[in-house]
């Protein structure tokens, strides 16, 4: 009786112990897969009491590769520079002209242009429009330094310059004479470059904008054709620059005469195109070119020489000075 009561009392102990497991909460089997404890959980989620360290600079903590070149480098083509594009800015507002000017500098005090300076001489009887330069006493400069069309220059005859500059209260004057094989001058207006023709720069705020590369409303691009199909024809001046000015200017004086070989101009250009009222010592970036075309049968710039030695027309610290003498 003893053994029963033994035996049932285990028995009354392992289901008491199986009822245990058996319960709701344990109805789901044990995964195949164990979870991963946090240790390794916590590599695929964020903390959200923990700040997030932004990704390294790289650019600062490694050096880009240098990669072979594939392709060879093809030389860029020359391109003309003679005419601002139209839709180039312009700004709106122009420096005024009395702005006080530092003292006269000569070009071995403040070397802050290249090339040959330029003096205008003061001229208190205006010179007579024929062409001639007899009564010019200013010094000649040369106008040679090939800056475009290298490979369509020949030599000296086929095209070379040299100029005169003066002035007084109503003008800027200049006379050019230009060594040229053949004289082709078929363009008006804005295309007068692509056949005989002179260019003049004027920086009229030399001092104002004086380290400046690039153009601004007082720099001044202005064309002068000596006479459409011979120096006896029609005879115009265009300004390219400042563009929100650019047109025909009607009240600039011209003369001119020649044609194969050699051929002469006379230009007076108002001193109220460039809004400046001219003094004694007053100073200017300045650049006088000449361009040149020997095909009658199409219009084109062919070359261009000039008086200055890196001419680059939309920036003015590669062009040098004119000063006002009395």
Do not use: H
């Not at 044990?30 to 009491?49: G, I, K, R, S």
């Not at 200013?138 to 500059?165: Q, T």
């Amino acid at each position: 009786m003893r053994k029963l009561i033994t035996s049932i009392f285990i028995l009354v102990m392992i289901l008491g112990v199986s009822g245990c497991n058996l319960s709701p909460k344990n109805l789901n089997p044990t995964p195949f897969f164990p979870t991963p404890n946090y240790t390794m959980t916590a590599l695929f989620t964020v903390d959200e009491n923990k700040p997030t360290n932004p990704p390294p600079d790289f650019s600062l903590n490694t050096t880009e590769p240098e990669l072979p070149t594939l392709n060879p480098i093809v030389p860029a083509t020359e391109v003309p520079t003679q005419v601002v594009p139209t839709n180039t800015p312009t700004p709106t507002a122009i420096p005024p002209t009395n702005t006080p000017l530092p003292p006269t500098m000569t070009s071995t005090e403040a070397p802050i242009r290249p090339g040959t300076w330029v003096t205008g001489k003061y001229m208190p009887t205006p010179p007579v429009f024929d062409s001639v330069w007899d009564e010019w006493e200013a010094i000649k400069y040369p106008a040679k330094n090939i800056v475009y069309g290298k490979d369509n220059w020949k030599n000296s005859e086929d095209l070379e310059g040299s100029f005169r500059v003066g002035w007084n209260d109503t003008y800027l004057y200049i006379a050019v004479k230009v060594l040229d094989d053949k004289y082709v001058q078929n363009s008006t207006g804005k295309d007068l470059y692509k056949g005989d023709s002179i260019e003049i720069l004027l920086d009229t705020n030399l001092y104002g904008d004086l380290n400046e590369k690039s153009l601004s409303s007082d720099d001044y691009q202005i064309g002068i054709s000596p006479g459409k199909g011979g120096t006896d024809g029609p005879k115009e001046a265009y300004l390219w620059y400042p563009s929100g000015k650019a047109g025909n200017l009607s009240d600039v004086l011209i003369a001119s005469s020649g044609g194969d070989g050699v051929y002469r101009v006379e230009i007076g250009i108002p001193w109220s195109v460039f809004g400046v009222t001219p003094t004694k010592g007053q100073q200017f970036g300045f650049g006088l070119s000449i361009s040149d075309n020997d095909d009658p049968s199409q219009n084109v710039q062919q070359s261009m020489v000039s008086n200055l030695t890196n001419r680059t027309l939309t920036d003015p610290t590669t062009w040098t000075v004119l000063t006002l003498a009395k």
